[in-house]
């Protein structure tokens, strides 16, 4: 296999916490003699950073324009958070590698320390997922939710100027990988509020039939064991159609039997209101990543025969709630 080009260009949005990945990844590709230079792009979720994610109408919405600068051959590879990366890629694009993954739980956070069991009947709670929107709604009926936009930073720094806010919720991973950890008050257990599918790793993809490339960050980047938990959460995803405008939770695990791993995973939908909720799990070997997907598709198929086909169809069908910031 010939060696890429070098350097070897990689975009990136440009946000505090995407360029903290991004070097992780460099870091990677360094190791093993790769030369890199980053290339940082604005994205639709960038250039709106006050409209609702629900309401921007694509489920690409941080990485179309990065997409157009791989196909059009002006970077070489892209990092992206996975949760953020959607299950269907553009025909050119294929996933090089899953990266490392960080705790994949969300974060529930306060001015000051801030517990689960700290929160009132009715806590104003600020978030941009309808995801954990729907969740804190199923667990705290009486919650008001405003809509939370910006990077990490941003987001913070609008808790601490609305004294009114009970708290926000974010995810760890973030947190962790920017030095914030003193900021969180809890790390939510995926019983309570079940991550987003992939939440906490790592994405590489790379321009569908440029080998050189692909070897070299497949090399470098992959990790198995984060790769057969990540697809079986995002069959999963895959398989409900579900998105920013869906409220769709799934989480993998993995332990080993026989030398063999096996997944337990985890499935929830979630009404908007938080009214019904439907949520199982699914156990099995998964000796390569097909055979994870196998697991996530079977669990989603359940859970549309349970309940979870009704609960997405009203969904789509009906307005995004008015989530705005007070």
Known sequence: MNRPASPLRIGTRSSRLALWQTE????????????????????????APDVPLAQ?????????????????????????????????????????AIGPREDPRDALIGRGPLQWADLPEDPLIATSSLRRRAQLLHLKPKSHVVE??????????????????????LATAGLLRLGLDQRIGERLSPELILPAPGQGALA??????????????????????????????????????GGCQVPVAAYARADSQDGIPVLHLHGRVVSLDGA????????????????????????AER???????AILADTRSNSVPAVTEP
């Open 148 to 169: 939370l936009r910006g990077n990490v930073d941003t987001r913070l720094a609008k808790l601490d100027a609305h004294p009114n806010w009970t708290g926000i919720i």
């Open 204 to 241: 590489v993809t790379v321009r569908r039939g440029d080998d050189a490339v692909a070897v070299a960050v497949r090399r470098a980047v992959h990790d198995r064991a984060v790769g057969l938990t990540v697809a079986a959460e995002r069959a999963f995803l895959r398989r409900l159609e």
């Open 24 to 47: 992780r990844i460099r870091d990677l590709l360094r190791n093993l003699g790769y030369e890199t230079e980053r290339i940082e792009i604005k994205t639709t979720g960038d250039l």
């Open 276 to 299: 019904a909720m439907v949520e199982g799990h699914e156990t099995g070997t998964a000796a390569d990543e097909s055979s994870a997907a196998s697991l996530g598709t079977a669990l």
């Open 56 to 96: 921007l109408g694509s489920r690409a919405i941080f990485t179309k324009q990065i997409d157009d600068a791989l196909v059009q051959g002006r970077i070489d590879l892209a990092v992206h958070s996975l949760k953020d990366l959607p299950t269907e890629l553009p025909d050119d694009i294929q996933l090089g």
């Open 303 to 309: 859970l549309l025969d349970r309940g979870a086909a």
